[in-house]
C-alpha cells in the first residue's frame, strides 16, 4: 500500500491564481480531511469528508474547495491564491470510528 | 467547543534525560485524545491514543502517556530520550468521529 500520497510536493503560485492540490489514498478509507499547519498553531481542519460525494467545512474553509467523486481521491482547490495561504497542506484519512488517520507528507505551499 | 492546550511550545532535552510534554484538553463528556510526531519534513505519525479503558497508554518508540480526568490532562513521558526523538508532538481531541482537533505542537530538541 502506498497509503496517503499527496502531489506536489512544492508549489509557488502568485497572488490571483488557482490550483489544487491532489490527494489519494488506497486504504479504501471512507473519511479524509484536508488541514494546514502554521508555525505555532499546530493543524488547523480546512474541509473533511465521510464518504464519495459527502463533504463539510472545518474549521478554515474560506478560499478552499473541495469534492470527493471517489473514495480515493479528495482534491483541494484554491480559487484565487493569497499570501495568508502560505502553508504547508496535509491530507489525513481514516477507516471511521476512533481508528487512527494516516497522514500524507504534505504540500509546502508558498503564494507570492 | 472542545480545544487542546500545549502551554509548552518546546522543550530542550539532553540524550538519556526524562521527559514530559504537557497536553491539557477542555472538558467534555466523551474524550478521546491522541499524540502524534512529525519528524522534519514528514508528516504525521500516530504515537499513542486514549479511547477508554486504562488510564495509561503505552505507544510506540516508549513512549507513554497518562489519561487525568480531573486534571484534564494527557501528558507525554519518556523515561530515557534519545537524539531521534527530535520532532514535533501534537495532541489530540477528537469530540466526533469526524474531526480531530489539534494543539499547537511541542518541538522537542534532544541535545548529545
Known amino acids: 500500500n502506498a497509503g496517503v500520497t499527496q502531489t506536489p510536493k512544492f508549489q509557488v503560485l502568485k497572488t490571483g491564481q488557482s490550483m489544487t492540490l491532489q490527494c489519494a489514498q488506497d486504504?479504501?478509507?471512507?473519511?479524509m480531511s484536508w488541514y494546514r499547519q502554521d508555525p505555532g498553531m499546530g493543524l488547523r481542519l480546512i474541509h473533511y469528508?465521510?464518504?464519495?460525494?459527502?463533504?463539510d467545512q472545518g474549521e478554515v474553509p474560506n478560499g478552499y474547495n473541495v469534492s470527493r467523486s471517489t473514495t480515493e481521491d479528495f482534491p483541494l482547490r484554491l480559487l484565487s491564491a493569497a499570501p495568508s495561504q502560505t502553508s504547508v497542506y496535509f491530507c489525513?484519512?481514516?477507516?471511521?470510528?476512533?481508528?487512527?488517520?494516516?497522514f500524507g507528507p504534505g504540500t509546502r505551499l508558498t503564494v507570492l | 467547543a472542545q480545544s487542546v492546550t500545549q502551554l509548552d511550545s518546546q522543550v530542550p532535552v539532553f540524550e538519556e534525560a526524562p521527559v514530559e510534554l504537557r497536553c491539557n484538553y477542555s472538558?467534555?463528556?466523551?474524550?478521546?485524545l491522541f499524540w502524534y510526531v512529525q519528524y522534519p519534513n514528514q508528516g504525521l505519525q500516530l504515537l499513542l491514543k486514549?479511547?477508554?479503558?486504562?488510564?495509561l497508554v503505552k505507544g510506540i518508540n516508549g513512549f507513554e502517556a497518562e489519561f487525568n480526568k480531573s486534571q484534564t490532562s494527557f501528558h507525554l513521558r519518556k523515561p530515557s530520550v534519545h537524539i531521534s526523538d527530535t520532532a514535533e508532538y501534537f495532541c489530540?481531541?477528537?469530540?466526533?468521529?469526524?474531526?480531530?482537533?489539534f494543539g499547537t505542537g511541542t518541538r522537542l530538541q534532544v541535545f548529545p
Open positions: 489525513a484519512s481514516t477507516s471511521g470510528g476512533y481508528n487512527e488517520q494516516f
Open positions: 486504504m479504501n478509507h471512507e473519511y
Open positions: 469528508s465521510v464518504g464519495a460525494g459527502i463533504t
Open positions: 472538558s467534555s463528556v466523551s474524550v478521546y
Open positions: 486514549y479511547l477508554s479503558g486504562s488510564t
Open positions: 489530540a481531541v477528537r469530540p466526533d468521529t469526524d474531526k480531530l482537533i
